[in-house]
Every structure is written in C-alpha cells, then in structure tokens.
Nanobody, 119 residues
C-alpha cells in the first residue's frame, strides 16, 4: 500500500519555475515506478513524466520535454517535478502516481495540487 501527498503548487507567471513534491508512505516505495500526471479544466488527465524504481530511466511527455525534470530520493520516499519555463497551457491539477513496475496502469494516486500559470 502506498499513500501519496503532493505539495508545491501555486500561482506563477509565464516563464517562472515551480517545484512539486510528492511524499509517499509505505515500506515498498523504492520498488514503484513513480509518475506525474495533470488534468486541465475540461480536459482528460494526461501523462507528464515518470521515473523508474531504480532511477535508471525517465520519460516525459513531448509538451514538457526539456522544461520539466523528474527525480526521486528513495531514502526520503519523495518524488520531485522541477518545472521550468512555465507556460499558461501548463495550468492544471498535477497528480503524483505510483505503480509496480510490472504493471501497465498506475494504481495509487495523490489528491493533486493546483498549478496556475498566468500570461
């Protein structure tokens, strides 16, 4: 069982940076693939970034590649999403998610944190 709590959202201006933090509980955190997703008003939730359990690989949506960076510290049970050069279209509720590496779908989700980027 994994519980996830996101923090760090807020209101920023276009071009600013923001760092989101996901704090996890559970003894097996280090075995989970961790991801960030987002959902804008009126749109479906979409994938943003993911990082493997052993920090061996990362993946990003094309829309955030080279602007967002995902990292994790297994000892602290945290996952970070560093967001740079933010755009108004990045405005959304951002969710942290976890899944066992062998699974296709994420089965643990946080409550989300709002990120608003003004132009």
């Amino acid at each position: 069982q994994v519980q996830l709590v996101e923090s760090g959202g807020g209101l920023v201006q276009a071009g600013d940076s923001l760092t989101l933090l996901c704090a996890a509980s559970g003894r097996t955190f280090s075995t989970y693939t961790m991801g960030w997703f987002r959902q804008a008003p009126g749109k479906e939730r979409e994938f943003v970034a993911a990082i493997s359990w052993n920090v061996g690989s990362t993946s990003y949506a094309d829309s955030v590649k080279d602007r967002f960076f995902i990292s994790r510290e297994n000892a602290k049970k945290t996952v970070t999403l560093q967001m740079n050069s933010l755009k108004p279209e990045d405005t959304a509720v951002y969710y942290c998610a976890a899944k066992l590496s062998v699974l296709k779908l994420y089965n643990y989700w946080g409550q989300g944190t709002q990120v608003t980027v003004s132009s």
